[in-house]
T-cell receptor
Framework: QVQLVQSGAEVKKPGASVKVSCKTS????????ISWVRQAPGQGLEWMGW??????????AQKFQDRVTLTTDTSTATVNMELRSLRSDDTAVYYC?????????FGQGTLVTVSS | DIVMTQSPDSLAVSLGERATINCKSS????????????LAWYQQKAGQPPQLLIY???TREFGVPDRFSGSGSGTDFTLTISSLQAEDVAVYYC?????????FGQGTKVEIK
């Protein structure tokens, strides 16, 4: 079965960077992309970006263009999301999600807390 | 970016009654070459990741009860729960995947009256 397993919760100080990993299994990694979606406490879903599992091509939401980098490791079927220059309003649950056209599976989510 | 606007923001419906959620996109998400609407609906229960309900605007995901249905085309879409059950209490989101830059609606909270 399709599984996306994310790394554990993180606590970071303002200005720091965070890296969240998403290990996939149960499907052909190169046949689908992975999107990252975040959700601040009590708020809605916000799409951050997408990476192709086939060739590593990326798309980033303009809001995050300068601060986020998505990478893939095809040998381990893992996608990594790095967010830099963290601010308090980056505190959120971050989800990876399988995305080839529509998103059909989400990871369990990773809570990133930004606090001094 | 394509802006997705849902209405209402919340609604309370009696058990067994119909719930209707609307979603409007700022531009058409109908791809003319294949006549498909690039629109999905998700359900998110408290403390859980979202789950796919509907894709291509009206195709139910495997395992989704048939009381959930999607309709609409172009810029105007609807998610209908024909007979609300207690387990349907959740926030529902529409999302377009017409653009490489995906966008979600702001969400609609469904509660029991």
């Amino acid at each position: 079965q399709v599984q996306l397993v994310q790394s554990g919760a993180e606590v970071k100080k303002p200005g720091a960077s965070v890296k969240v990993s998403c290990k996939t299994s149960g499907y052909t990694f190169t046949s689908h992309g992975i999107s990252w979606v975040r959700q601040a406490p009590g708020q809605g879903l916000e799409w951050m970006g997408w990476i192709s599992g086939f060739n590593g091509d990326t798309r980033y939401a303009q809001k995050f263009q300068d601060r986020v980098t998505l990478t893939t490791d095809t040998s381990t079927a893992t996608v990594n999301m790095e967010l830099r220059s963290l601010r308090s309003d980056d505190t959120a649950v971050y989800y990876c999600a399988r995305d080839a056209f529509y998103i059909d599976y989400f990871g369990q989510g990773t809570l990133v807390t930004v606090s001094s | 970016d394509i802006v997705m606007t849902q209405s209402p923001d919340s609604l309370a419906v009696s058990l067994g009654e119909r719930a209707t959620i609307n979603c409007k996109s700022s531009q058409s998400v109908l791809y003319s070459s294949n006549n498909k609407n690039y629109l999905a609906w998700y359900q998110q229960k408290a403390g859980q990741p979202p789950q796919l309900l509907i894709y291509w605007a009206s195709t139910r995901e495997f395992g989704v009860p048939d009381r959930f249905s999607g309709s609409g085309s172009g810029t105007d879409f609807t998610l209908t729960i024909s007979s609300l059950q207690a387990e349907d209490v959740a926030v529902y989101y529409c999302q377009q995947y017409y653009s490489d830059f995906r966008t979600f609606g702001q969400g609609t909270k469904v509660e029991i009256k």
